[in-house]
């Protein structure tokens, strides 16, 4: 059974309402598509926006792009080379919020205000097999950092450096 949990609240605490989304036509969901390789291994990845939500089931990753109230953007690394978005892996019968929510405050140390769903990443293997990555738009709470086992870093940058402070997609 499929949960429809991609949206986000736009003025509240995360929830997940179900009845915004509505299935799309195949030729219209993949908006952008590129082939990739990662660690040796090639994939297939195709962005498909906020109104498409993949099967709960398929899901493997939910990540944010935090913008502070001062509109700086949080990353974390487990280094200072390393830059990426704050997310992980769903835990058995979460929500993409919870995920959100729960990964956000375990690797960047803020707290997410409120969050809006953009859209999923498709990714294809070689194989066939397929997974997605959800990511989200959220406004956080800056708590003082503590470095983890999985996250050594935090920096809080500029929109404009955004891009090239980024470790995957140069």
Avoid: M
Wanted: with cysteine; glycine share 8%.
């Amino acid at each position: 059974t499929t949960r429809w949990s991609c949206t986000g609240s736009r003025t509240a605490a995360p929830r997940s309402p179900q009845a915004s989304l509505r299935p799309i036509p195949p030729h219209r969901r993949a908006v952008l598509q590129d082939n990739a390789e990662w660690e040796g291994r090639r994939f297939i990845l195709e962005w498909q926006g906020p109104d498409t939500c993949p099967p709960t089931e398929l899901v493997e990753q939910v990540s944010g792009v935090c913008f502070t109230v001062d509109g700086r953007i949080v990353l974390v690394g487990e280094d200072a080379s390393g830059w990426g978005l704050p997310g992980g892996h769903p835990e058995p019968g979460e929500e993409s919020t919870e995920t959100l929510q729960r990964e956000i405050a375990e690797e960047a140390c803020c707290e997410v205000r409120t969050c809006t769903y953009l859209g999923s990443l498709k990714v294809t293997a070689a194989d066939g097999r397929i997974h997605y990555q959800l990511r989200y738009w959220c406004l956080v709470a800056v708590r003082p950092f503590v470095p983890s086992v999985e996250v050594k870093a935090r920096d809080l940058i500029q929109p404009e450096t955004f891009l090239d402070r980024l470790a995957y997609g140069r």
